[in-house]
């Protein structure tokens, strides 16, 4: 009921939270000074002669204590608001940290998921923190005051409290107990039905184009349903244990107002005491049914807590390693033995061996799922070979520290990620940078004067009034990658998609950083397969091929009925 | 719009009346429990008969039971209802965007959709807390008004002025402080999609700790706006809590000068106080339920700009192209965009069992041309002509059902291989399939797996080329006229991109191919070529015939890119 991990995270507020148990008993006793003075004025109503002005302090003093009640319980508000925040705020973080990592697993969990933690997941520790553990506190303190001044002023209601008060936290039990299987059920279903519904709504485009959309629609409709369903059937579990502390509360209510009206029948108790009792009846039990609907909606954050938590807990650390490389040129890198498979799969890559001089450019090439993809991840570090090594200048990849070998390496990714920031951030990704390298850059891929252009020079909004072509989000990824002089540029098909314009400058780039940058590239094309110094041609994860484009053009060589192919000669092979 | 919420609200209008009714007896059930017990009590004290005090004891408890049967009721009939009311609304609005569709972004489509139903999902929920509350607490307020009414005109102006204060005047007040508001909500959602889909960058620069940073002021600005909401929230009802108080101490001191006046017996009076005690503790809940309306308002405004699309109509002046009626469409004279005009002037024609390929540079407009040519988009003025009929006299679904396109951004299903298939052809065999995967060379993948291999959102699971070849095979399993294929061989390597053209000759002898592409090296599969530039077609003809040209554009394209 209570986290434990939550807890530990609101431990360190302890002093906010003296404050709220203690501001709880001051209203607490304020519930019990405007119920004595009504029911002090209605004694004196029905028994004694009450003039106006007899009346008026009194009733000031009933206002004044309202507005001390009122007041206490905004100050608490704020205050457990502003404990809640920050831990969301933090929790945010964490989770955001653990979403960076995360495509690092070979099972990536989905973009709704994420979305639906980060955000409604963690909204909902909010009533979890503002509303179920404040009102746990009341529970505590305001019937515990309320039953001393009840038996103070009539002993027998004091005992109906008392007495009926257990009865409800063992029905909140015994309802909790199937509600918490029944929410964590409904959980599933939402996160179900967030997922299923990030997966439709992008495909509604090509739905709609081949004319399916009304019984996309339907099943829409039938997973609602489901959901509806799920919902409803906790809703049910939350109304009937509502259903059942409202009872007890009224029927206690009742059995004090009959009780006491007997009694006074009977003149066993006198008037004011009497009735004092019957307007603390309702306060008393208003905690536990407060506390009732709070846990039901709790319920909710303790089950997203323990997601969220578990999400962080999940994430990646970063191991330090060793050797901390400081590349004063290009390295030469060497792949020796490697072995490496998903999970226990078949090998994705089969005892792979080859050298990569210093400063020379080597094309990847091959059919789709050769291994090349998987070459780059083993050298940007996301994967681990399972045999073998990768040696740069004679040292072991694997001993590598990742932050110094990733800020030495440039990666361009097929379609570069823009994100919706400056053009500088997004250009520089945070890394300190002089003027004149930026604008060195953007020179160099030939987006200075596109910039220039823009209302706000590098501190325009990309996203925003500025919408990327393609060929512009590779130069980026380009500028990017250059920025802070790379030693290794991995590059993945860089000419795919481009037209001829943005294909020459890229080809211009290249040319440029011949010797003085070690470059891979994926490429499937036959101008950049030609232009690099090496080719390894890739099959099933071993190479089939290497060597250069001249070397490569002997007749049935493998690399030659590429080239055929591309020239056309053997376009019409049936 | 008021049309609408009738159609959609039609089936819940009597579980919503019967929930209302339920919800004032519930109100009324606990505000008598409360006067009677007082009666009892008071009277109790006066020694009245016997019976009388046996009916009263018996009305307390009735009324004590009924309360907490009535509010389960109108708890259980409100969700039910509001659940219905949800299912419509989603799939009205669901509906309404997909004739929205496409939108300029079509890039972050994901997100945009990720938004709607984040906000279809709050309408829902302010709405249940929102509507019932007021009109229940107001029938129940009525209804004790009239009562006392019978006893002091004064008391019912107090109630009257209670309620005007705490359901008219308060709420109205709020809403306005809530229209102040900023709206930031969705800056953390846009902050998540960067992280997700930009981690591999965000990693490979060592950038992950540095955006984080950055977004720790989005994660604040979230935090601060949320703050806003709750200090406004809390105002709001401090100010309601204090005017209980006044109002509960003005009530008082009218009785005392009642019972002075000899108005009423102090056993009413007592009666009276904890009737209208209770009363007004349920009117002064009213105000902060604003909050709920604000949200929904705020979620309506975020869906309603993605649904209503400004509509430009322009009228340009153009060289009019005949129409051929040997052709199966026949594009004439069309400008079209989105919210301003992409590409200007457009003709062409494109004839059964001939391919055409469209080149131009990324951005020029090849993609939404398919938009329009598929009618997901409108054009701004021209005509098009399918089997020698206007566009304007073709049924927007019939129209479709000739084309069988292949957009870019064609989304794969988290659903198994087969069921991908049927999300385009319900009633597609098993056979089919496979002769489409045939097409595109993927049985070897398939075999392996099998049809009820479960594909990730977006085909995570696969490489780009065997997302593309599942892809085309979804489009070409079924013949249609028309085959729209953009980009079909990005991403294949150069032996499957060819051997796919290879097959596409040989496939459909039947209908007419329009392929978008950059790549001119695969000009030698087609038949005719378009070649567009900066919004519009520079050249278009027979390949044959433009290649014996020196002067043509491809030719000195094809020259360039060292192909010839």
């Known amino acids: 009921m209570l986290d434990k991990n939550i807890l530990k995270d609101i431990f360190p507020y302890k002093k906010s939270l003296i404050f709220i148990i203690l501001s709880n008993i001051i209203q607490a006793t304020m519930i019990v000074s405007i119920s004595y003075i009504i029911a002090y004025l209605a004694d004196k109503l029905l028994f004694d002669e009450l003039n106006h002005s007899a009346a008026t302090p009194f009733l000031a003093l009933l206002f004044f204590f309202f507005v001390v009640k009122a007041v206490l319980n905004y100050i608490n508000r704020l205050k457990l608001e502003e404990i809640s925040l920050n831990l969301q705020s933090k929790l945010r973080y964490k989770l955001l940290q653990a979403l960076a990592l995360d495509f690092k697993s070979i099972q990536r969990k989905p973009k709704g998921q994420w979305l639906a933690i980060i955000t409604k997941g963690v909204d909902k520790l909010d009533v979890y923190l503002t509303s179920f553990i ?56 939402f996160q179900k039905l967030a997922v299923y519904m990030a997966d439709l709504l992008p495909g509604l485009l090509v739905v709609k184009a081949y004319n399916q959309t009304q019984r996309q629609l339907k099943q829409v409709e039938k997973n609602g349903e489901k959901f509806s369903e799920a919902t409803l059937k906790v809703l049910k579990i939350a109304f009937i244990s509502a259903f059942m502390l409202e ?84 390295p030469q890198i060497i792949f020796e033995n490697v072995d490496f498979s998903y999970k226990n799969d078949e090998n994705v890559l089969k005892n792979l061996n080859f050298t990569i001089k210093a400063g020379s450019q080597v ?33 072991n990849l694997y001993d590598i520290d990742e932050q110094s070998w990733l800020n030495n390496i440039g990666w361009v990714a097929q379609e570069p990620y823009v994100f919706k920031s400056s053009l500088r951030e997004n250009i520089t990704l945070g890394r300190a940078c002089s003027k004149t390298q930026l604008e060195r850059v953007t020179q160099l891929v030939n987006l200075t004067e596109f910039i220039k252009k823009q209302e706000h020079g590098y501190d325009s909004i990309v996203g925003g009034a500025i919408n990327l072509s393609s060929g512009q989000k590779r130069r980026l990824g380009l500028a990017r990658a250059l920025l802070c002089n790379p030693k290794v540029l991995l590059l993945d098909e860089p000419m795919e998609n481009l037209d001829s314009k943005n294909e020459e400058l890229i080809k211009s ?66 | 719009m008021i049309n609408e919420i009738k159609t959609i609200s039609r089936p819940v209008i009597f579980i919503l009346s019967v929930a209302v009714l339920v919800g004032t007896l519930a109100g009324l059930s606990s505000i008598s429990l409360m006067g009677l017990s007082a009666w009892l009590i008071a009277s109790a004290a006066l020694q009245p008969p016997l019976y009388v005090l046996s009916l009263a004891i018996v009305g307390v408890r009735f009324c004590g039971i009924m309360r907490a ?14 659940f219905v009311l949800f299912m419509r609304f989603r799939v009205f609005m669901l509906a309404k965007i997909i004739a929205a569709l496409p939108f300029k972004r079509q890039s972050s489509n994901g997100d945009v959709f990720t938004i709607i139903v984040e906000a279809i999902d709050k309408i829902r929920d302010s709405f249940l807390r929102f509507f019932l509350p007021p009109i229940t607490a107001t029938l129940g307020c009525f209804i004790v008004m009239i009562w006392s009414g019978f006893y002091s005109v004064l008391l019912l102006c107090i ?167 040997d052709a199966i469409l026949n594009v004439v004279n069309i400008n079209f965009g989105y919210n301003e005009i992409l590409c200007k002037d457009m003709s062409f024609y ?95 993948f398939v075999q392996q797996y099998g049809l009820d291999y479960v594909l990730e959102s977006d085909g995570t699971n696969l490489s780009g080329g065997q997302k593309h070849r599942l892809q085309l095979a979804m489009c070409l399993a079924r013949k249609k006229d028309i085959i729209l294929l953009d980009e079909p061989t990005a991403g294949l390597d150069i032996v499957s991109a060819h051997k796919f053209l290879n097959r596409l000759i040989t496939i459909d002898k039947e209908s007419a191919i329009l392929v978008a592409s950059h790549d001119l090296s695969i000009v030698d599969y087609f038949d005719n070529i378009i070649i567009m530039e900066e919004q519009h077609i520079i050249e278009q003809g027979k390949i044959k015939s433009l290649m014996q040209d020196e002067q043509s554009q491809l030719f000195k394209l094809m020259k360039y890119n060292n192909l010839i």
């Not at chain 1, 019937?143 to 257990?166: C, E, H, K, R």
């Open chain 1, 509 to 574: 780039v290249l040319e440029k950083l011949k010797g003085k940058v070690t470059v891979i590239i994926i490429a499937h094309r036959r101008q950049t397969i030609e232009a690099a110094d090496k080719i390894i041609i890739l099959d099933k994860g071993t190479i089939k091929e290497y060597g250069s484009a001249e070397e490569l053009k002997k007749t049935n060589s493998y690399y030659h009925q590429l080239l055929n192919r591309l020239e056309g000669n053997l376009l019409y092979d049936k």
């Open chain 2, 159 to 325: 109630l009257f002025v209670a309620w005007l204060v705490f359901v008219v005047i308060m709420p109205m007040i709020v809403w306005r402080l809530y229209q102040k508001k900023s709206d930031n909500d969705l800056i953390l959602a846009e902050s998540v999609l960067e992280f997700y889909d930009g981690s591999k960058e965000l990693y490979a620069y060592n950038y992950i700790e540095g955006k984080l940073k950055n977004t720790q002021q989005a994660i604040n600005d979230y935090q601060d706006y949320r703050k806003e909401h709750f200090i406004l929230k809390s105002k709001v009802e401090l100010s309601c809590e204090i005017l209980l108080g006044l109002f509960i101490v003005l009530v008082l001191s009218l009785l005392i000068s009642f019972i002075n006046d000899g108005q009423i017996t102090a056993v009413m009076a007592i009666t009276f106080l904890l009737t209208i005690q209770s009363v007004l503790e349920i009117l002064a809940a009213i105000p902060s339920l604003m909050e709920h309306l604000d949200e929904a308002k705020r979620s309506w405004l975020s869906l309603k700009s993605f649904i209503n699309k400004p509509k430009i109509q322009s009228k340009i002046n153009s060289n009019i192209y005949l129409k051929d009626d």
């Open chain 1, 134 to 189: 404040p009102q746990f506190g009341l529970l505590i303190t305001i019937p515990l005051v309320l039953v001393i001044f009840t038996f103070i002023n009539d002993w027998i209601s004091g005992l109906i409290f008392l007495f009926t008060a257990p009865l409800i936290p063992f029905f909140m039990i015994l309802i909790g107990k199937i509600a918490d299987k029944e929410n964590k059920k409904q959980w599933q279903v």
């Open chain 2, 69 to 82: 049967v009535f509010r389960y009721l109108e708890r259980y009939l409100s969700h039910k209802a509001g």
């Open chain 2, 350 to 444: 494109l004839y059964k069992g001939q391919k055409t390929l469209l080149v131009g540079s990324s951005g020029c407009g090849k993609s939404t041309l398919f938009y329009v040519l598929t009618r997901l988009l409108d054009v701004f003025s021209g005509d098009m002509y399918l089997q020698g009929k206007s566009y304007t006299q073709w049924d927007k679904e019939d129209w479709r059902n000739h084309f069988a396109p292949s957009f870019q951004e064609h989304h794969i299903f988290n659903i198994s291989i087969r069921d991908n298939f049927k999300i385009f052809y319900p009633d597609i065999s098993d056979e089919e399939i496979w002769q489409a995967l045939d097409k595109v060379q993927f049985t070897a």
């Open chain 1, 247 to 330: 009872f007890i509360a009224t029927i206690s209510i009742a059995i004090i107002a009959v009780n006491i009206g007997l009694r006074l029948l009977y003149g066993q108790v006198s008037f004011l005491p009497a009735f004092f009792c019957l307007l603390v009846a309702p306060q008393f039990y208003q905690p536990f049914r407060q506390f009732g609907s709070a846990f039901h909606e709790a319920m909710n954050g303790i089950v997203a807590s323990s997601e969220i938590y578990k999400l962080i807990q999940a994430a990646p650390n970063n191991k330090q390693k060793n050797i901390v490389l400081e590349m004063e040129k290009a």
């Open chain 1, 363 to 395: 094309v990847l090439t091959g059919a789709n799922g050769a291994g090349k993809s998987t070459i780059f991840k083993l050298l940007l570090k996301l994967l681990d070979v399972k045999s073998g090594k990768i040696l740069i200048d004679g040292k």
